[in-house]
């Protein structure tokens, strides 16, 4: 079973607490936010969106940070998933 | 009787609770909020929609996963259904 | 006497909420909101509306699902009706 | 002493509530809001307003619905007058 | 010393009360209000605003009602003027 | 030290209160709030800003007249200054 | 461990209170708001940005006014940074 986003949509896996904190990133805000660094699961097609030609920069397998706020959250096959508008990517971390 | 939309809109039918459970995605929200996923039942033509070139990318028959708050029910024939935007459908569930 | 809409606008007559549910369509929200399905009565010229060429898809006679809190409502001779532009109508009832 | 509308905008003359009645339109809401049907006075000259080529579609003595909290009242000579865009004004009553 | 609106702006100065329930006009609202009939005192160049070409229409010495809530006070040399841009001017009064 | 302005940007320094009431310009609301009168000190390149090209028009050591609310104020070397966008000007003082 | 912005996005190192008293900015309101000068540590590649190409005008290491309440701030390998649009950025100090 498996998600295809549609359009300009990403589809992203937060990274657990844990290994955000290993990783070294973790928003400067509240605690008890979840970190908003995740890894790209799954990529739309791009093209005409909304009038608009978009190209898609992420990749399958990259870490990014998204923006907070954005996204919706499913679950999927016991695993919980955020879908997002590549514009709500904000950087890779590499 | 059959409902044929218009523009970019799509026709969706929401999957049971139960099959959505047993298709293994739920929202990771509160419990009680219904699952945003559904089949497509009806595609719109697309064509200039606000001035702006939409090409359908979803079909009857798909299993989609769409934007919470999005859509408008209606009842037919006994039956629920959702009339939403295609932009406000997330991804496809394969 | 008549109402001819300007624009992308469509004059739409609200069928009976006895015609409605012997059709079959009601919406599935409270009981005590009118329908959202009507009959076109009559259908604007479309053409460049706010710089955007509006083709019209509906006829009159048609039996459309219309969007909620759309649509202004008068009354003509005694008869009501509801005018909305054609973007507020979800689909078409067959 | 007369009023020369700018650009898209149309100068009504709201109908006397017995003419209104008289004449059949009256709106479906609270008794005590205002018809709003009116008399076209004047007519701007159309053109290219906020970028996008607009053409005048009404004239002088037609009879208008117009949209309700549009539009601008003035009193011109002790005769008060509306001020509304040509895209507030829904249908065109014959 | 004079003032100098830029792009599509126009400089107004309100008529006296008195002037203009001799010349007229006054709104149909509460009495308190002023009067939005004020004379044309200088006119920017148009040009390209916010990407689209606007042509002025309207000339200094014109009689000319405006939108309510639209426009910046500002005093000078003891008098005071309102700066608004051309869209917020409804009408011409002759 | 010195601050560049990027895009349509304008760095504005207010003229002293008295300066203003000397030069003749207030505004004519309270009297505590500020007077919205500046000379402009740094003017930002123009070019294409979202996708609109600009051209800047106001230059260093014109005096002007700015929107209320507008802009962003920063201290350099213990002087204040405001930063708007070049849209936000209303008109020169000459 | 490197941030590597979208789009038209900037990350910036927001400049040390002191630093910043040193520097000579400091914003004129409320003492205990951040400073929002910052120091340009990584800059996206700019391109067509919501269907609008974007020049990217700022470089890594430049010193930077940035707009009040706009970014993210993340933290990485234990270092603060804010994630801007480059239209958030007001002026290059030097």
């Known amino acids: 079973m498996k998600l ?10 937060q990274l657990e607490a844990e290994e955000v904190t290993k990783g070294g990133i973790i928003l ?20 005409v969106i909304d009038g608009k ?3 898609m920069q992420v990749k399958e397998g990259q870490n990014v940070i998204y923006s907070k706020y ?16 590549q514009s709500d990517i904000l950087a890779i971390v590499e």
């Open 4 to 13: 295809t986003p549609l359009g300009d949509r990403v589809v992203l896996k």
């Open 70 to 85: 954005a996204g919706t959250e499913v679950k999927l096959d016991g695993e919980e998933y955020i879908i997002v508008k």
């Open 53 to 55: 030609e978009v190209t």
């Open 28 to 47: 400067a805000t509240a605690a008890q936010e979840k970190p908003q660094q995740a890894e790209v699961v799954a990529v739309g097609p791009g093209g």
